[in-house]
């Protein structure tokens, strides 16, 4: 039982991190745009992706063991659920959309631990803020999608 809880808290802080983390990314993406040259809001933005990466890498650890791991509901109880798949198609849309945040990101980092000042171009910030933006707004939602599978909804 303790295993379970553990896992289940573990599960719903990843939530509450990644949520925090990618809602800051926005705040300092946003301050980017208007401060482009400091060095400590770039800083703080990566601060905050680094931490948006913990999450989701917590995220879908602490996913595959609930669904997988045998210590709570077995497999077939989430894989014939439709909120289950459909939480799922939204949590594969916020990777299909990290993947540019993300590559532009470790772009910047590499660029920042040589030295460089990463350009920030102003062209890049606004399909970012969006990007981040749509984000957000889907880890939003998955709870409420999560909240309907657990308790059973829509089974086939």
């Given at each position: 039982m303790l295993a379970r809880a553990s896992l289940s808290a573990l599960h719903v802080l990843a939530l509450a991190i990644g949520f925090g983390a990618v809602f800051a990314r926005g705040r300092r993406l946003r301050d980017l745009r208007r401060t482009p040259e400091d060095p400590g809001v770039l800083a703080?933005?990566?601060?905050?992706?680094?931490?948006?990466?913990?999450?989701?890498?917590?995220?879908?650890?602490?996913?595959?063991?609930?669904?997988?791991?045998g210590l709570e509901k077995q497999p077939g109880f989430y894989l014939r659920n439709g909120f289950f798949w459909i939480k799922m198609a939204l949590f594969l849309l916020v990777f299909v959309l990290e993947v540019r945040p993300m590559l532009t990101f470790a772009k910047w980092r590499k660029a920042k631990a040589r030295g460089d000042s990463p350009a920030a171009?102003?062209?890049?910030?606004p399909s970012l803020i969006a990007t981040n933006d749509a984000e957000t707004a889907l880890v939003v939602l998955i709870p409420f999608l999560a909240a309907l599978m657990a308790r059973g909804a829509w089974l086939f």
């Amino acid at each position: 039982m303790l295993a379970r809880a553990s896992l289940s808290a573990l599960h719903v802080l990843a939530l509450a991190i990644g949520f925090g983390a990618v809602f800051a990314r926005g705040r300092r993406l946003r301050d980017l745009r208007r401060t482009p040259e400091d060095p400590g809001v770039l800083a703080r933005l990566l601060q905050a992706d680094a931490l948006w990466g913990v999450a989701a890498l917590l995220w879908i650890a602490t996913g595959l063991l609930r669904v997988f791991g045998g210590l709570e509901k077995q497999p077939g109880f989430y894989l014939r659920n439709g909120f289950f798949w459909i939480k799922m198609a939204l949590f594969l849309l916020v990777f299909v959309l990290e993947v540019r945040p993300m590559l532009t990101f470790a772009k910047w980092r590499k660029a920042k631990a040589r030295g460089d000042s990463p350009a920030a171009s102003a062209s890049d910030l606004p399909s970012l803020i969006a990007t981040n933006d749509a984000e957000t707004a889907l880890v939003v939602l998955i709870p409420f999608l999560a909240a309907l599978m657990a308790r059973g909804a829509w089974l086939f």
